[in-house]
């Protein structure tokens, strides 16, 4: 498979404003307390944030005590990335930071003790040659897997840089039920049920997505490439690299409907259909 686009730097301020700027978004209300949960970042720990992006989650990491290391393909993202840094967003939004004392103290936090500083590096997942074996206790990749190409180069890196028993935690739009261009909710009328229609699922496929819905003009369209798999597609290269899958979690949505005449359903099925997969693969 010849390699792709798959970078977001061409939509870099506007996926950084998305992210950043909602205090409402997913990455704040269910991805963040999750992997925060999970990844139990702490003092002593080295945590690699593998396609970091402008960095939210490895701000976090590196604000809890931890030494990180973060990547991505992306330089005009990287640039960011150390921009928020220097600036001390610790994984608030830009809003609330502006709005409190937060962006002061973790600034003065991360000054005073370098270890908590973060080093960026512009490369893809599948060349961490920045890395030397056997250096992280953990390794993380937040909602980019669906995104990368090289997905069993990519394991192979991650358990390369990972002590023995160092663990791999990664994040993806969950591959059963948020499949791009074949999946899609529907309401039966009826049963007066909301229910997830999902057109394929088995087959590996390569996904166009345009990064600009809004843009009219077909000149300023920028693209980039998803990549959809089932789970044994992520199942059978974490094997090959050594890994041990330890963990498995679904989780949903924390939105809820407006008032009308279909909001509870809304509501009951936006339980039961998961938007997210978290995988933690342990090296053996």
């Not at 925060?36 to 396609?51: H, T």
């Not at 490895?58 to 005009?76: H, K, L, N, Q």
């Not at 997905?151 to 059963?176: D, I, Y």
Request: glycine share 4%; with cysteine.
């Amino acid at each position: 498979m010849s390699e792709k686009n798959t970078s977001w730097g061409a939509v870099a301020d506007w996926y950084d404003e998305a992210i950043e700027g909602s205090s409402d978004s997913y990455q704040q209300k269910v991805i963040l307390p999750n992997i925060k949960r999970l990844v139990d970042a702490k003092e002593g720990m080295n945590i690699l944030d593998v396609a970091c992006g402008q960095g939210f989650f490895a701000r976090t990491f590196a604000v809890a005590g931890a030494t990180v290391s973060a990547c991505d393909i992306s330089p005009e993202l990287v640039k960011l990335a150390k921009e928020r840094v220097a600036a001390g967003f610790a994984g608030t939004s830009k809003a609330e930071a502006d709005s409190s004392d937060v962006n002061s103290k973790v600034k003065a936090m991360l000054e005073s003790n370098p270890a908590n500083k973060i080093n960026f590096h512009v490369t893809p997942s599948d060349k961490l040659d920045f890395a030397k074996d056997a250096t992280f206790d953990t390794v993380v990749i937040i909602l980019a897997l669906q995104n990368i190409e090289k997905l069993a180069e990519t394991f192979a890196e991650c358990s390369r840089v990972l002590k023995p028993n160092g663990r791999l935690v990664f994040v993806v739009n969950h591959p059963a039920y948020r499949i791009p261009q074949a999946s899609s909710w529907q309401w039966d009328e009826k049963t007066a049920k909301q229910f997830r229609r999902v057109d394929m699922y088995m087959s590996d496929r390569t996904i166009k997505i345009d990064m600009t819905p809004g843009e009219v003009l077909a000149s300023k369209k920028k693209y980039t490439v998803s990549f959809h798999r089932p789970l044994q597609s992520y199942f059978k290269p974490l094997h090959k690299a050594g890994f041990a899958v330890t963990r498995l979690e679904e989780w949903i949505s924390h939105k809820t409907s407006q008032a009308g005449p279909r909001a509870s359903e809304e509501d009951r099925i936006r339980k039961e259909i998961p938007m997210f997969l978290c995988l933690e693969a342990t090296k053996l």
